[in-house]
């Protein structure tokens, strides 16, 4: 089976584009795993947080999933496009990547 | 301590300064620094994932072993004699003595910060678990001690004085004045910036290695990287070539939202039936022949890994290439009692316990070696420190289940004390030219593509599953040396880079030098011990060979690992 992913990529201060990748998949992989597959085999530099890979435990895989606030570690892939972009309400670093981190928790104070 | 623009990160890096820098912020990092602030001292608190999410503990399911009393008498001393006995001969009886005997205080401690043990009837409720002689693992339902020792240590954190904690934080290199440690430098993952740590004492609380192996059980931040760390600031490694295989680890139907290793609870309170192809109950046939055997019929992991494996290998395995797990015998009533909401989990992804088995196979799951440490958790580079899954040493050839847990407490408490008070009796070494070598790594990173580095961490992970896994034969190991140096010629001397914000190539190239270096040490030991002890299955030296009850270290001497034998340390640590 193929997924296409079709990800809002890019960085503060430019605009965002959508750039779509196909990835193979089997009956009960995770959006993560078709992630992580694509940074295999096709594009290194895509961006997304994870930590934990497989047990919702760590919850940095948050990310907007077919217009959805959800995790991509429980959300299948799914024949056809699904739409991936980050978290809308937080600082975006980079294509996927939101600053989620408490404030307290970061290097630097926001700009 | 300064914040430089981001437009000016290359010329003028952001410096931190602290008494006490500790790296990783799993369960042993967070008592760490904890213990650490309680004993006066200034701390940084710095993880490459975010703080208390990224590790090992936050995955933990179930067990945390220590000789609390509440379900049965119990001494730690009865403990000891366990941890010893599942060492098979190599534990370090100083750090295996402190891990026992510290475990009940430091599990009354996380109960008194409200962690939420399972009770029953008013006491602290514990499981059994194989290799131990009575209930000694204390838990939290359902399958929440790591979420929930994570969340409790947080909670701590955030109310104590004197912890600066950074996430996002990825440590490139200790820094090193005349052989002591003095502060760190690292990468800020969401700017690319580089950060300089001053610190008086650090600790490496930076997890296992499984994260080098396919299949494993571990966040994706743990390919060994303070083994890397403490190797180049001079430290020596201990027991490497003692890889944990967790032997149930699931394999089919493909679950997602739940750890793999989640079936040894099922285990514990339901029992279960680890069957092969023919649905015949196999275990017993490996619980009673050879001196692989401790003769009991529940199989410690290292049994179970082998008993396993070898059904695979006589084609009498599952169709996904494990054994099959079953609970079919039991009402569904049964497991619902026992795990609750867990069932609807198992629901969701098709799983359904009392119909169907599910399939398991071996796992890597935790690192017995690690850093050499004394019993007060310093290196044999003053100043630094390490602790948890990092230290090397206590728990032997084999960990029981449930230590892993109580070493961080215990280890990381006594780490981060100790730490303090080295800290408190020394000025600051730091100073710009200690971390001049990892800034300048830094800045040589350049733009490239090929070959794709996520693609090299997979090749790595696959051949240390294949070549260097739970079972080792002279030319596997051979060929996984060769393939290691051809991966790091590939990789090179010079960083890989994609962007300047959260760049994963930059992320995966620093990964790989010291996934590599840590690959090797791994594999040198594993080669030169001709003998099968606990997690150390040679197939071409099968059984026990007294002469091999003797710890290996490796340090690095000119970039080129060295390989040193060393008796048991038996001298128990003072109480």
Request: net charge neutral; with cysteine.
């Given at each position: 089976m193929k997924a296409t992913l079709a990800i809002q990529r890019g960085a503060p201060g430019a605009p965002a584009h959508i750039e779509s990748f196909e990835v193979a998949f089997e009956h009960g992989q995770s959006v993560l795993d078709g992630l992580r597959a694509l940074r295999r085999e096709a594009d290194p530099s895509l961006a997304?947080?994870?930590?934990?890979?497989?047990?919702?435990?760590?919850?940095?895989?948050?990310?907007?999933?077919?217009?959805?606030?959800?995790?991509?570690?429980?959300?299948?892939?799914?024949?056809g496009v699904t739409d991936l972009a980050p978290l809308p309400k937080k600082a975006l670093i980079r294509d996927l990547v939101t600053e989620i981190a408490p404030p307290d928790e970061r290097l630097l104070p926001r700009p | 301590m300064t914040a430089a623009g981001s437009n000016e990160a290359a010329a003028a890096p952001t410096h931190v300064e602290t008494d006490v820098l500790v790296i990783g912020a799993g369960g042993a990092g967070m008592y760490a620094a904890l213990e650490a602030a309680r004993a006066g001292a200034t701390v940084v608190l710095a993880d490459r994932s975010l703080i208390g999410r990224g590790g090992a503990t936050v995955m933990a399911q179930m067990t945390v072993a220590a000789a609390l009393g509440e379900q049965t008498p119990d001494h730690w001393e009865h403990h000891l004699s366990d941890t010893l006995a599942a060492g098979r001969g190599l534990c370090d009886e100083r750090l295996a003595a402190l891990l026992c005997e510290d475990g009940p205080?430091?599990?009354?401690?996380?109960?008194?910060?409200k962690v939420g043990w399972a009770r029953e009837d008013g006491h602290i409720k514990q499981a059994q678990a194989p290799?131990?002689?009575?209930?000694?693992?204390?838990?939290?339902?359902?399958?929440?001690?790591?979420?929930a020792v994570s969340r409790t240590l947080r909670s701590q954190l955030n109310a104590a004085n004197g912890v600066r904690r950074i996430g996002d934080l990825l440590i490139v290199d200790i820094a090193v004045r005349d052989g002591e440690a003095?502060?760190?430098?690292?990468?800020?993952?969401?700017?690319?910036?580089?950060?300089?740590?001053?610190?008086?004492?650090?600790?490496?609380?930076?997890?296992?290695?499984t994260g080098l192996y396919r299949r494993n059980s571990a966040s994706s931040n743990m390919g060994g990287d303070g083994y890397a760390l403490a190797l180049r600031a001079g430290a020596e490694l201990i027991d490497m070539e003692f890889v944990q295989f967790f032997p149930i680890g699931h394999l089919a139907p493909r679950l997602v939202g739940m750890d793999p290793i989640m079936w040894d609870p099922f285990r514990y309170?339901?029992?279960?039936?680890?069957?092969?192809?023919?649905?015949?109950?196999?275990?017993?046939?490996?619980?009673?022949?050879?001196?692989?055997?401790?003769?009991?019929?529940?199989?410690?992991?290292?049994?179970?890994?082998?008993?396993?494996?070898?059904?695979?290998?006589?084609?009498?395995?599952?169709?996904?290439?494990?054994?099959?797990?079953?609970?079919?015998h039991l009402p569904e009533s049964e497991i619902r009692s026992?795990?609750?909401?867990?069932?609807?989990?198992?629901?969701?992804?098709?799983?359904?316990?009392?119909?169907?088995?599910?399939?398991?196979?071996?796992?890597?799951?935790?690192?017995?070696?690690?850093?050499?440490?004394?019993?007060?958790?310093?290196?044999?580079?003053?100043?630094?420190?390490?602790?948890?899954?990092?230290?090397?040493?206590?728990?032997?050839a084999n960990r029981l289940s449930g230590n892993a847990i109580t070493e961080a407490f215990?280890?990381?408490?006594?780490?981060?004390?100790?730490a303090a008070q080295h800290a408190l009796q020394r000025s600051m070494l730091w100073s710009p030219q200690t971390s001049r070598p990892a800034l300048d790594l830094l800045r040589s990173a350049q733009r490239r593509d090929a070959p794709n580095l996520a693609a090299v961490v997979?090749?790595?992970?696959?051949?240390?599953?294949?070549?260097?896994?739970?079972?080792?034969?002279?030319?596997?190991?051979?060929?996984?040396?060769?393939?290691?140096?051809?991966?790091?010629?590939?990789?090179?001397?010079?960083?890989?880079?994609?962007?300047?914000?959260?760049?994963?190539?930059?992320?995966?190239?620093?990964?790989?030098?010291?996934?590599?270096?840590?690959?090797?040490s791994v594999t040198v030991p594993a080669l030169a011990r001709t003998e099968s002890r606990g997690a150390h299955q040679r197939e071409d030296h099968p059984g026990l060979d007294d002469t091999w009850c003797v710890n290996q270290l490796v340090t690095l001497s000119r970039g080129s690992i060295e390989l040193s034998r060393s008796t048991p340390s038996t001298g128990r640590a003072a109480a």
């Open positions: 997304f947080r994870f930590s934990c890979i497989n047990a919702n435990a760590c919850k940095e895989c948050m990310m907007l999933i077919d217009g959805k606030v959800d995790y991509a570690c429980t959300v299948r892939l799914k024949e | 205080r430091r599990l009354r401690e996380m109960d008194s910060w290799g131990h002689d009575r209930p000694r693992c204390a838990y939290v339902d359902f399958l929440s001690t790591g979420p003095c502060g760190a430098t690292a990468l800020h993952v969401p700017t690319g910036q580089a950060v300089t740590l001053a610190a008086k004492a650090v600790v490496i609380a930076t997890g296992g290695l309170k339901l029992g279960g039936k680890l069957l092969n192809a023919e649905m015949r109950e196999f275990e017993q046939d490996y619980a009673t022949r050879d001196n692989r055997s401790d003769g009991r019929y529940v199989l410690t992991r290292d049994l179970a890994t082998y008993a396993i494996t070898r059904e695979v290998e006589a084609g009498r395995g599952s169709p996904a290439g494990g054994a099959y797990l079953s609970f079919q026992a795990f609750g909401p867990v069932v609807d989990r198992l629901a969701a992804n098709g799983i359904d316990l009392d119909k169907h088995p599910v399939e398991v196979a071996p796992i890597a799951h935790y690192h017995m070696g690690g850093v050499r440490a004394d019993e007060t958790m310093q290196t044999r580079v003053p100043g630094l420190y390490a602790c948890g899954e990092a230290v090397g040493g206590a728990n032997g215990v280890f990381g408490a006594c780490a981060g004390r100790n997979a090749e790595l992970k696959a051949l240390m599953a294949d070549m260097v896994g739970p079972f080792r034969t002279e030319q596997k190991l051979r060929s996984a040396l060769e393939a290691i140096e051809r991966l790091k010629g590939e990789i090179g001397e010079i960083p890989f880079s994609s962007a300047a914000a959260f760049d994963p190539v930059l992320a995966d190239w620093l990964d790989l030098r010291n996934m590599l270096l840590v690959a090797q």
